[in-house]
C-alpha cells in the first residue's frame, strides 16, 4: 500500500511558554520575563526528535514554575497539579475560572458527540492525589455551561447536591491528598438533541476499614468531623453527641488538625444538598451517630460468662438512635444464636468476636448509608447501560479481556454508533487513583486493580490497537513503540482460577479458610511470575509490581476484609418486631426476609449486594463485586469515544511546598503513565485513522467547485482513489501556505487512511477554517437578504432622523380636520385642503405612513374624529409619535424623545389622547411629532 509522508506547514512548537522565553541550561531552567509571543498552547507531540524523558521532563518543569499545569499532548491532556486548590463548600464550584485546556477537552467530547451520536467519555488517571476530582468537578461545571443549561437547572441542582454529599460521605484526608476520594465515580450525563437531559452516579469501591479508625496521618471520612463542626446545640443533643470531640471518639483518633470552620461550611452544604434531594436529614444523622458512637463501646472481660461494656452511655445512646432496646443491641453483638434440635441456643461471643461485630456493625450501617444515599440520588434517573450487568464478568465467561477490549475498540474504529439509541452519554470517570502508603492492605489491593484496569484501557486504546491495525492493513510504521502492557498484572490479580484475588474468594467462601492457606496457594501458584513476591520468614506479605512500582501487601486482614460479612444476630436487631427505625429495617430488607427462612447462625453480606442475582443466594465477596461492576464500566468504555486527560501530582504528601516541583515524583508517574510512548506514536506513528468513506465525507469540501463535482461524478464508487485526490489538494494547499514547516504524516491502508497526530490537527484546522468562512458567507447573503428587503423603510426613517420630513405641525384648531364647516362634506373638504397645499398631499401618500379608509364623520364640539371606509384614503390614527418636548399630567411623566402610542384626538381641543403604562392620558398636539405608522411600529416591537 502507499505511504505518503510530506513536510507540510504548521506552527513550530517550543522556545516561549505564555508570553515567557525559556533557556535550559544544565539541570536548572531560567525564565525571562521579557516580551515574546504569546503561545496559547503547547504540545510535547511537537517535541524535537529524539524524544526523551528528561526533555519532556524540562518542559513540565518549565511550564509549571511559570504557572502553567495544563500540557497538551496531541489528543491528550497531561495535569500537572500544584495541590493548592480551594475546595468549595459545594461540589462542580470551582475556585477558579475553568481553565482553557479543560474546556477544550470538553468542547471536543461534546462536538464529536453532536456530530455522530456517538458516546463519549472523558477518562481521568492518575496516582492518589494527583488532583482527579477537582479536574473532573472543572469539566462537570463546563459541560452543564455548554449545554447543560448553567448551574439554575434541576438537572445541575440534582447532580451538585449529589456530589456534594458524595464528597463529604467518601472523602478523606490521607497521608498524600488532604481531600482524597475513597469512592470511584463514573458520571453520565445523557444528552439528547444536544442538551443534558438526565446524570447518573456509579459508584466503584469504598474504603470501608477507615470507617472504624486508622489513626496515625490518616483521618476518618469527612463528614464525622463536619457534624461534630456543624450540629447546633440543640442537635447535638437530639443526637447524642452533645460534649464528643474528635479527642474524645474512638474512631476519630489521628495526629492531624480539624479546620472547624471549614467543616461547618461544608456541613452546611451536605445538609442543604440532602434537603434538595429529598433524604430526611434526621434519618441519615441518627445511622451516621451511631456508627460513630459505637467506637466507644468496648467489650471487655469479666468473671462471669458475659462480657462487660465499657462504655454504657454511648451503648444507650445508640440503641435509641437506632430504636432498638439496650439489651437487644447487647446480645446481638456479644451473644451467638444457633438452632439446635429446632430451637434458638444462645452463647457468648469471644472478646475478640464481640469487638469485631462492633466494628463490622459501624461499617454496615455506614455502607449501606451510602448505599441507599446513591439509590437516592439516582432514583429520577433512568441508566443507559448497566454497570452493574447481569451477566458473568468477562474472565468468568472464557473470554480474554484483552480479546474483548481489542474488538470494541476496533469496532469503535470503523464507526459505529448509538444512534439507533435514541440519546448517547458523555460521561467523566473519575476512578480511585494508584496508592502505595506505609501500610497497604486489602483496600490498597482493589484500589490498584481498578488503576490497573483503567490503565490498560488506555494502554490498548493508544498503542496496542494502532499497532494491529497497521499490520493488519500493511502499513509500516517507522517508530517502534515498546509500550509496557500490564495485562500479565492483571491476570495476576483477577484471572479465574489462578489470580490472587481469585484465590482470596475461595479462601473467603470457605468457613476453615484463612491467610496461611491463601500465602501458600498464592505463592505456590506464582512462585515463577517475575512480577510477584512473597516475603520472608514468617511475615504474611506479598510484594507486586505494578504498573506504577513495587507495591508490598500485608495479608493478615485480608481474608475477613473479603469476606464482608455480619453475622444473622446483629441483622437480626433491626427487624421490625424489635426496631422502630423504619428507614433502618429497610435498609436490610433482602438480608431480614431471607433471615425468617432461614436457620440461626447463618451470615450476610456487610455491604449490599451488586448482582441481581437469586434472593436466596446471599454469598459473595467484596472482590467479586469490584470485578463485576468494573467488567461493566469496561463495556461501557468500550463503546465510547474516550478522551484521556492524565493527571500528575507534583510532589509527595500534603505538607509539602505547594509551589515545589519534585523531579523524581514527577519522573516516576511519567514513566508509570507512559507518556514518553505517547509522545513517540503522537509525533512518528499513527494514532488516528479513518474509513476511506468516512475521510471522504468530512474532507471533500477540499475539492472545491469544478473539480469537486467531476471527481465525484468519475470517481463515484473509488472512495480510494478519491482520498487520494483530497490528499492531493491538501498538498497544493500547503504549498501555498507560507508558514514554518513541520512533518505531518499518513499511509493509505486497505480500508483506511492512517494519520499522524499532526496531519489530523492540520485537517481539522482546514475544516474549521472552512465551516468559520461558510457560516461567514451565510450570515452575509441572509444580512444582505434583509436589509435589501427592507431599505426603502431603513431608508425613510433615517431621512425622519436626520429631520428632512420633520415639519412643526399646525396647531390642532387649524388643523386639515379642524378647519373644515360643519356643512361641507368630507371628500370636498380634502381636495379643497390638498389643492391648496400640495406638501399635504406629500405628506398624506407618504410610503411610510399606513393607508386607512374613512367610512364616517363625526362632529363633537368643533372636534372631528374619523374611522375607516373603503372609499377614501387618509392617514389616521392610531400611530406612534414621539415627544418632543417633556410633559407631565396626572403623575404621569413623559419625557423628550419617548415614543408615545397615540389612538386618536381627545375630546379636549389641541390634545391627543395616549396610552402610558396601560392608562390613557391627553398630550397636548404640539408637543407630539409623527414618527412611525402602526406597520412600521410593529416593525420595531412596539406593542399596539
Known amino acids: 500500500m502507499d505511504h505518503n509522508v510530506h513536510a507540510i506547514p504548521d506552527h513550530r512548537r517550543g522556545g516561549s511558554i505564555y508570553g515567557r522565553k525559556v533557556h535550559f541550561n544544565d539541570n536548572t531552567i531560567e525564565i525571562d520575563e521579557e516580551e515574546c509571543p504569546h503561545r496559547y498552547e503547547e504540545d510535547l507531540s511537537q517535541l524535537s526528535a529524539p524524544y526523551s524523558q528528561e526533555a519532556i521532563m524540562q518542559t513540565l ?86 449545554i447543560g443549561g448553567g448551574v439554575g437547572t434541576d438537572c445541575y441542582k440534582h447532580l451538585s447536591s449529589s456530589m456534594t454529599i458524595f464528597r463529604s460521605l467518601g472523602h478523606a484526608h490521607t497521608q498524600s491528598n488532604s481531600d482524597s476520594s475513597r469512592i470511584g465515580y463514573f458520571i453520565e450525563t445523557h444528552v439528547t438533541e444536544g442538551i443534558i437531559c438526565k446524570t447518573r452516579v456509579h459508584t466503584y469501591y469504598q474504603d470501608l476499614s477507615r470507617v472504624t479508625g486508622l489513626g496515625g496521618a490518616e483521618k476518618n471520612y469527612h463528614i464525622f468531623y463536619q457534624m461534630l463542626a456543624g450540629l447546633s446545640p440543640e442537635e447535638k443533643v437530639k443526637y447524642h453527641l452533645e460534649g464528643y470531640t474528635p479527642s474524645n471518639l474512638n474512631y476519630l483518633h489521628s495526629e492531624i488538625e480539624t479546620n472547624s470552620e471549614q467543616d461547618n461550611q461544608r456541613f452546611t452544604a451536605w445538609k442543604t444538598s440532602l434537603s434538595t434531594l429529598g433524604i430526611p436529614f434526621s434519618d441519615i444523622m441518627r445511622l451516621l451517630s451511631a456508627a460513630l458512637l459505637l467506637g466507644n463501646v468496648v467489650f471487655q472481660d469479666s468473671d462471669g460468662l458475659e462480657l462487660d461494656v465499657q462504655g454504657n452511655d454511648e451503648m444507650k445512646a445508640v440503641a435509641a438512635l437506632l430504636g432498638i432496646s439496650n439489651i437487644s443491641l447487647y446480645k446481638g453483638m456479644a451473644t451467638r444464636g444457633r438452632t439446635v434440635k429446632g430451637q434458638v441456643v444462645k452463647t457468648p461471643r469471644s472478646l475478640q468476636a464481640a469487638n469485631r461485630n462492633r466494628d463490622d456493625m459501624a461499617r454496615a450501617l455506614y455502607s449501606r448509608t451510602v448505599h441507599a444515599v446513591t439509590k437516592r440520588a439516582n432514583s429520577m434517573k433512568k441508566p443507559l447501560i ?375 490537527q492540520l485537517f481539522e484546522k482546514l475544516r474549521l477554517n472552512h465551516q468559520h468562512q461558510a457560516a461567514i458567507l451565510f450570515q452575509t447573503c441572509w444580512r444582505r437578504y434583509f436589509h435589501q428587503k427592507k431599505w426603502k423603510t431603513f431608508k425613510l426613517q433615517s431621512e425622519h432622523r436626520n429631520g428632512k420630513y420633520r415639519r412643526k405641525p399646525l396647531p390642532l384648531k387649524t388643523s386639515l380636520y379642524h378647519s373644515m364647516p360643519e356643512t361641507m362634506n368630507l371628500d370636498d373638504h380634502l381636495k379643497s385642503a390638498v389643492s391648496k397645499n400640495k406638501d399635504g398631499l406629500k405628506r398624506i401618500n407618504s410610503p411610510l405612513n399606513k393607508e386607512l379608509l374613512i367610512h364616517q364623520q363625526v362632529q363633537t364640539d368643533n372636534h372631528v374624529s374619523m374611522t375607516s371606509s373603503p372609499h377614501n384614503k387618509l392617514t389616521v390614527f392610531p400611530q406612534t409619535r414621539t415627544m418632543t418636548a417633556n410633559y407631565s399630567c396626572d403623575n404621569v411623566r413623559l419625557v423628550q424623545g419617548q415614543m408615545i402610542y397615540v389612538r386618536g384626538f381627545s375630546k379636549t381641543p389641541n390634545y391627543v389622547v395616549a396610552d402610558v403604562h396601560g392608562s390613557q392620558i391627553d398630550v397636548p398636539h404640539q408637543l407630539t411629532a409623527t414618527y412611525c405608522t402602526q406597520e412600521d411600529a410593529g416593525f420595531w416591537g412596539t406593542d399596539v
Open 386 to 760: 448497566s454497570s452493574t450487568p447481569d451477566s458473568p464478568s468477562i474472565e468468568s465467561a472464557n473470554i480474554s479481556f484483552n480479546q474483548s477490549l481489542n474488538q470494541s475498540v476496533s469496532h469503535h474504529r470503523k464507526g459505529s454508533s448509538h444512534k439507533a439509541r435514541g440519546e448517547s452519554l458523555i460521561g467523566i470517570l473519575d476512578m480511585l487513583g494508584f496508592e502505595n502508603i506505609q501500610h497497604n492492605g486489602f483496600d490498597q489491593l482493589c484500589i490498584n486493580l481498578c488503576a490497573e484496569r483503567v490503565q490498560h484501557f488506555y494502554s490498548t486504546h493508544m498503542f496496542k490497537a494502532c499497532q494491529e491495525a497497521c499490520k493488519e492493513e500493511g502499513v509500516h510504521l517507522e517508530t517502534d513503540i515498546n509500550y509496557v502492557d500490564n495485562q500479565p498484572i492483571i491476570e495476576l490479580l483477577s484471572l479465574q482460577s489462578s489470580g490472587i484475588l481469585s484465590i482470596m474468594d475461595m479462601e473467603s467462601l470457605n468457613p476453615k479458610g484463612n491467610v496461611d492457606n491463601f500465602m501458600e496457594k498464592i505463592q505456590s501458584k506464582h512462585k515463577d511470575n517475575k512480577r510477584f513476591s512473597t516475603g520472608s520468614g514468617k511475615l504474611k506479605t506479598f510484594t507486586i509490581k505494578h504498573f506504577c512500582g513495587f507495591v508490598e501487601y500485608n495479608s493478615t486482614e485480608m481474608i475477613s476484609a473479603n469476606r464482608d460479612e455480619l453475622p444473622d444476630d446483629v441483622i437480626g436487631m433491626f427487624s421490625k418486631q424489635t426496631c422502630n427505625f423504619g428507614f433502618l429495617s429497610h435498609l436490610f430488607t433482602s438480608e431480614l426476609r431471607q433471615l425468617r427462612d432461614s436457620q440461626r447462625g447463618e451470615k450476610y453480606r456487610l455491604s449490599p449486594k451488586v448482582s441481581n442475582t437469586d434472593h436466596s443466594d446471599h454469598k459473595g465477596t467484596l472482590s467479586q463485586d469490584l470485578q463485576s461492576k468494573m467488567d461493566g464500566l469496561m463495556k461501557i468504555l468500550v463503546h465510547s469515544k474516550p478522551h484521556f486527560v492524565l493527571c500528575i501530582k507534583s510532589h509527595s504528601g500534603v505538607s509539602a511546598d505547594m509551589k515545589e516541583f519534585s523531579r523524581e515524583v514527577v519522573l516516576r508517574q511519567v514513566k508509570g503513565l507512559q507518556i514518553k510512548n505517547t509522545v513517540n506514536i503522537m509525533a512518528g506513528g499513527y494514532p488516528n485513522r479513518m474509513h476511506y468513506k468516512s475521510f471522504n465525507t468530512r474532507y471533500q469540501f477540499l475539492l472545491q467547485g469544478k473539480k469537486k463535482s467531476e471527481t465525484k461524478k468519475k470517481l463515484r464508487d473509488s472512495y480510494y482513489t478519491m482520498c487520494k485526490a483530497i490528499l492531493e489538494q491538501f498538498l497544493r494547499l500547503m504549498d501555498e501556505s507560507d508558514q514554518p514547516y513541520t512533518s505531518a504524516t499518513w499511509a493509505l491502508g486497505s480500508k483506511h487512511i492512517f494519520l499522524s497526530e499532526a496531519a489530523r
Open 61 to 146: 518543569q518549565a511550564r509549571y514554575n511559570a504557572g502553567v499545569y495544563y500540557t497538551k499532548l496531541g489528543s491528550v491532556l497531561v495535569v500537572v497539579n500544584p495541590g493548592d486548590e480551594a475546595v468549595q463548600p459545594q461540589a462542580l464550584t470551582c475556585s477558579k475560572p475553568v481553565d482553557s485546556f479543560i474546556k477544550n477537552v470538553v468542547d471536543n467530547a461534546v462536538k464529536q458527540q453532536m456530530e455522530n451520536n456517538y458516546s463519549q467519555v472523558v477518562v481521568l488517571s492518575g496516582e492518589s492525589g494527583s488532583g482527579k476530582t477537582y479536574t473532573a468537578n472543572s469539566a462537570l461545571s463546563y459541560l452543564f455551561d455548554k
